[in-house]
Structure formats: C-alpha cells, structure tokens
C-alpha cells in the first residue's frame, strides 16, 4: 500500500515563527503536492512538484515556500507564520500512468497560528 | 480557483436508501475523481472516470459523466452509517496532471 506520511497531525506555532511541514512517501512518485483545506472553500493548491528541485505554484501560494531535496519528501514552509494561515494542510503523491492521476493523501496536519 | 462545485452542500439519509452528488466543472479533462474524506483525515480515493468514458461502476458505487455538461454525479446505493463522510470530486485538467478539488458534499447517513 501506498503511504503517505505527514510529520504531525497537530501543531500549534505562533505569529511569526517559520514553521516546516514534512511529507514523506514511500511509493517513489513523481508527483506531490501540498494543499490546505478551509470550511466551505474545498482543497486549494498551494504547491506542487513533479521532480527533484522542482516546484510550481498553484493557485495560492503567498506566504508559502517548498522544497523538494529528494523525491520521497516534499516539504511545505511559512516564512512567518500568520493567524490566517491557520488550516488542515494535506499532502498527496501521485504517479502518472497514461494520463491518469490517482492522488494518495496524508492524514493532514491541522495548524494552529496563534 | 474552484474547478469543482458539489452540490448538494450537505446530504442527510436514512440507512439504505441512495445517495446521488453531483459535480460540475469549468474547463477540460483528463479524467474525474471521486474521494471521501472522514471526518478531519486524510482523502481517500473511490473511482476514476477518464473523459471518453460515460459511467462507470464499483461496488455499491456508480459515477457518470456528461462532458458536453461539464457535470458528473456520483450514486451511492444501499448507504451505510460508515459511508457518513465528505465527498469531493476532482479534475484531472488536460493542460497537466494536477488535480483540482470540488467544495465537497458532506453526506450523513442515519442509522
């Protein structure tokens, strides 16, 4: 089975700190993203990466930084952290095989910015 | 941005009967996908349905896809109380393999 893990479910940071969010899968995808999930807006793409040392933005991604050192880890960075920023953040890995895109999401971590 | 919109917003059931979602999207596709999500966890994916397909099944699960409506519905028969969960759907975008996230249904099933 596929796993995706996030380094924590809960965290809570303070205005200001920068705070990392790790993702690490074990299924040797090429593809992961990172997105944060708020009541009544779905998921939204901050980041996204098909390989090593690469990253694109997505649809939201003021205030967050990536990095991606080696392919099973992805992780996500708040420069300085803000209350807005308070969310469930998911991590999801995909492989693409003939144009189809299946994502395996982490068990999220909820941030509190306080 | 939204590529998908669930509708309804929120389901409420009564054990066995059918649940049907809907979803509806802007540009085109790859494919559709359905996920659910428990309560404050991770998504989990339920079905796939490539653009040239127009229904698909998988267990108590039935997807469709109308792409001249830019819409899919997802039917789920028999419910359960452990299907209680939210839904999204998510597209599969022809410009790239990233996958855009619906609003989501949250569906409850009483028992």
């Known amino acids: 089975d596929v796993k995706v893990t996030q380094s924590s479910r809960y965290l809570v940071k303070r205005t200001g700190e920068k705070v990392f969010l790790e993702c690490v899968q074990d299924?040797?995808?090429?593809?992961m993203f990172w997105y944060r999930q708020d009541p009544g807006l779905g998921l939204r793409l901050i980041y996204f990466s098909y390989d090593v040392k690469m990253k694109e933005k997505g649809d939201i991604p003021e205030g967050y930084s990536v990095s991606r050192e080696k392919k099973e880890r992805f992780s996500l960075i708040l420069e300085s952290a803000s209350t807005n920023q308070t969310s469930m953040y998911l991590c999801?890995?995909?492989?693409?095989?003939?144009?189809?895109?299946?994502?395996?999401f982490g068990q999220g971590t909820r941030l509190t910015v306080v | 941005s939204q590529q998908g919109e669930e509708d309804p917003q929120a389901l409420s059931i009564q054990e066995g009967e059918n649940a049907t979602m809907n979803c509806s999207y802007k540009t085109s596709i790859n494919n559709l996908q359905w996920y659910r999500q428990n309560s404050g966890r991770g998504l989990v994916h339920l079905i796939l349905i490539r653009s040239n397909e127009r229904e698909k099944h998988s267990g108590r699960l039935r997807v469709t896809l109308d792409t001249s409506k830019k819409s899919s519905s997802l039917l789920i028969t028999a419910s359960r109380a452990a299907d209680t969960a939210s839904y999204f759907c998510a597209t599969d975008q022809s410009s790239g393999d990233k996958l855009t996230f619906g609003t989501g249904t949250r569906l409850a099933v009483r028992p």
């Open positions: 299924m040797d995808h090429e593809n």
């Open positions: 999801a890995s995909s492989f693409y095989v003939r144009g189809n895109t299946e994502a395996f």
